[in-house]
């Protein structure tokens, strides 16, 4: 059974900084992409940002220059810190990994980030 858990979300006051951490096991498989999205209640799920096995990382628009992801694809780990953080930011955080192989998406239970003085 493939589990996905992410960690790390709390309350942080604006124009603070906040590291999450997400692990995925329990596959034979290497997970080929890792990312992150983000919902607050009354809103769509909205995409973060996602790093392939390779490397390469991707943004989304709102976080771009303010959050930034590695990942670890021999581990299936990954981290995205957060910088800057606004109001807005506020969400529930979820992870998710890919495996080519099997084309299903993995998904964590989420961690709340709130952003509040």
């Known amino acids: 059974q493939v589990q996905v858990v992410e960690s790390g979300g709390g309350l942080v006051q604006p124009g603070g900084s906040l590291r999450l951490y997400c692990a995925a096991s329990g596959s034979l498989f290497s997970f080929n992409v890792m990312g992150w999205y983000r919902q607050v209640p009354g809103k769509q799920r909205e995409f973060i940002a996602e790093?392939?096995?390779?490397?390469?990382?991707s943004y989304s628009d709102s976080v771009k220059g303010r959050f930034f992801i590695s990942g670890d694809g021999a581990n299936n780990t990954m981290y995205m810190q957060m910088r800057s953080l606004k109001h807005e930011d506020t969400a529930v955080y979820y992870c998710?990994?890919?495996?080519?192989?099997?084309?299903?998406?993995?998904w964590g239970k989420g961690t709340l980030v709130t952003v509040s003085s």
């Open positions: 998710y990994a890919k495996i080519d192989s099997d084309g299903i998406d993995y």
């Open positions: 790093i392939t096995s390779g490397g390469r990382s």
